[in-house]
């Protein structure tokens, strides 16, 4: 997607609005985006479904009127190409941020626990369940590893294959709605007072475990804040971090790699 693009899109979508400059500022695995004026965001489908596309303009609705931390609200999208513009949210990417500050872990479990809370009945035309087994989860990662092994530090590689062995946790859970990938990179902060300003990406909401996005925390942020679902989250931790190593090897994205390498000693402690 070039920045010309870009700005047709927004002439269409508003006619009234002057474009004085655009900036790529991320692309993942799903999207790409594009900061406009320093006031939008705009962001593109790899693999446009307007379907999808409508379900999470009218979830993010939904989720604003209900989350304790702001969410994109959407100006416009457009479903043949997968795109959506949103009011820019301020802070910078937690991934960014050299030094987390400690209140973060437990400002996004109080998050994730107004989230869990929502009925999931309310929820179910708006996202999938997600429920694959732990196992399915495990056999990826063993199947990434042999890409990443020469990158892992000797001293980790013992735990992480027999991790890799290993049957997975007991996986009775009761589902609940969630973000389903919440990590730094999708958590906006104020780099001076440390307050989160936003959570961004909710292109993987579903119905899902509830340990997930916790392991996630856990992964990026060494700690884990809710009591009860431990052996799971430590399990999407492991493999996740597994995941992340690997795309940014895949991506030469050094802040995928280097916070990937770090959170190996938390993850894979004994």
């Known amino acids: 997607m070039d920045i010309a693009k870009v700005r047709t899109t927004v002439a269409a979508q508003l006619p009234h609005y002057r474009v ?35 379900r999470e303009a009218r979830l993010l609705n939904a989720i ?4 304790p931390l702001p969410v994109p609200k959407p100006i416009f999208t457009v479903a043949e190409l997968g795109c959506m513009a949103y009011a820019k949210l301020p802070g910078r990417p937690l991934l960014e941020l050299s030094a987390p500050h400690h209140g973060i872990a437990a400002t996004l479990g109080d998050f994730l626990t107004t989230l869990h809370a929502i009925p ?9 369940t997600d429920d694959r087994p732990l196992a399915e989860w495990r056999n ?19 735990k992480i294959e027999a991790f890799l062995i290993a049957p997975p946790p007991d996986s009775a859970y009761e ?14 902060v104020d780099p001076v007072t440390g307050d989160v300003t936003g959570i961004i990406d909710w292109s993987d909401a579903a119905i899902v475990d509830p340990a997930h ?24 931790a492991r493999c996740k971090v597994l995941e992340d190593l690997a795309y940014g090897i895949e991506t030469g994205s050094h802040r ?7 959170a190996l000693e938390w993850t894979f402690k004994a």
Do not use: C, W
């Open 120 to 128: 999931v009945e309310s929820m179910t035309d708006l996202v999938d």
């Open 140 to 158: 990826e990662a063993a199947a990434t590893y042999p890409t990443i092994a020469r990158h892992v530090p000797p001293e980790h590689r013992p």
């Open 213 to 236: 996005d916790f392991g996630l925390l856990y992964r990026d942020l060494g700690v884990l804040p809710r009591a009860g679902l431990e052996d799971r989250a430590v399990f999407y």
């Open 256 to 262: 995928y790699v280097d916070k990937s390498l770090a």
């Open 175 to 188: 589902p609940v709605f969630s973000h389903n990938d919440l990590g730094i990179e999708h958590v906006l």
């Open 64 to 67: 604003a009127e209900i989350a």
């Open 20 to 54: 004085d400059f655009v900036v790529p500022i991320g692309e993942g695995l799903d999207n790409t985006a594009f900061d406009v004026n320093g006031e939008l965001i705009v962001r593109f489908s790899k693999d446009p479904d307007p379907q999808r596309l409508d």
